[in-house]
């Protein structure tokens, strides 16, 4: 009996040892530190907020990030995107976890998606070139948009009518004037053009004195109608010439404006019901108007401000120098009145509409 009572109180230590074992694997177990996963961080490139360069990315937006992830305590993972619209596309579906870059907070994506506190405030601006020349195709559209075209097109049938007439009665008195008609068409055509441009001719009295008063009143017709077209087609470049510069916001209707797609620009234009193009990013867009495609970009005038497109440099090691000033000079022009809200915040997955 003795023997049974120790043998069962044997395996009861045995036991109990085992349980306290158990007990502070669990325990120093629990008090490991569990590896958290990289927060993904989505950004789009748009200067000065987020920039990259050759150590990584940089920029106001990414070192704001950077000091609150390292508060955090939180490793970062960045995710580039290549439109604002994709990036926002990924925040809400959780295939980030953070956006970063200059995203406009509004009404709209406030219900979708969570900001931080806004950390800077901004605008919209516009940006014009301003080496932008008058080519003929502009100075064409401008006169056939305010009717002198058609003006040119009567003109130009009143010639061709006197032009007619006058072959007609050459081969009817001289009989020196060409028999066939493309001949005779052709002197007689010169004939009008010569009177009309200089007021002068080597033609043939045929009439007499009643000749003569005719080539006189068709000099003076002469004159008003080259004075006539000399002086629609110099309002009209003198027009133009004035009515291009872009200084703000009433200068923008009839012009051809870009933004980028998914933008608030391109909502702000767009309510305001003014043509505009859409290009995927900024560089797009001022290519386009160094090319005078368009005749402004209305973009974020924090972005505008500091814009400055990439161009090749064969002095610099590997044949570029991050950002250099555009042959084509181009100007900022004064900040935009009001507008949706302006303020910016890094944004969490939710969902929103796509614009900047």
């Known amino acids: 009996m003795f023997t049974l009572e120790r043998c069962l109180f044997s395996r009861r230590i045995i036991w109990l040892g085992l349980l306290g074992l158990l007990l502070a694997w669990d325990s120093a177990r629990a008090a490991e530190p569990v590896a958290t996963p990289p927060l993904r961080v989505g950004v789009y490139v748009a200067a000065p ?8 990315y940089g920029g106001l937006a990414v070192d704001l990030w950077s000091a609150v992830g390292t508060k955090l305590g939180r490793k970062t993972e960045f ?22 870059t200059n995203i406009f907070v509004t009404a709209e994506r406030a219900q979708q998606l969570s900001f931080t506190q806004p950390w800077f405030n901004g605008g919209l601006r516009i940006l014009v070139n301003e080496e932008r020349q008058i080519g003929p195709l502009s100075l064409l559209h401008d006169l056939h948009k305010l009717g002198y075209l058609m003006s040119y097109a009567w003109l130009g049938a009143g010639l061709l009518l006197i032009t007619l007439l006058l072959t007609l009665v050459e081969r ?19 004939h009008v053009m010569a009177v009309t441009t200089t007021g002068k001719t080597s033609h043939k009295n045929l009439f007499g004195s009643l000749g003569t008063v005719l080539a006189a009143l068709w000099m ?14 110099t309002s009209v470049m003198t027009v133009n010439s004035i009515t291009s510069r872009i200084t703000g ?44 495609q368009i005749d402004a970009v209305v973009d974020d005038a924090a ?26 000079r181009l100007r900022p022009a004064a900040e935009q009145p009001p507008h949706p809200r302006r303020d910016r915040g890094p944004a969490v997955p939710g969902r929103g509409p796509d614009r900047r």
Request: glycine share 10%; aromatic share 8%.
């Open 49 to 56: 907020f987020v920039m990259v360069g050759p150590y990584g």
């Open 79 to 100: 995710v580039r995107a290549s439109s604002l619209p994709e990036l926002l596309g990924a925040t809400r579906s959780g295939r980030i976890d953070i956006a970063v």
């Open 172 to 190: 009817r008195l001289d009989k020196e004037f060409p028999p066939q008609w493309w001949p005779g068409l052709a002197i007689s055509f010169y």
């Open 220 to 233: 003076a017709c002469s004159v008003a109608v080259m004075a006539y077209v000399t002086s629609t087609v």
């Open 249 to 292: 916001l009433g200068d923008l209707p009839g012009k051809r404006i870009g933004v980028e797609a998914g933008s608030l620009s391109e909502d702000h234009i767009a309510r305001l019901g003014l043509d505009y193009r859409t290009f995927a990013d900024l560089d797009q867009a001022v290519s386009a108007l160094t090319a005078q």
């Open 303 to 328: 972005t505008l401000g500091v814009f400055r497109p990439a161009a090749p440099d064969p002095t610099h090691p590997g044949g570029r120098q991050g950002l250099r000033s555009p042959q084509v």
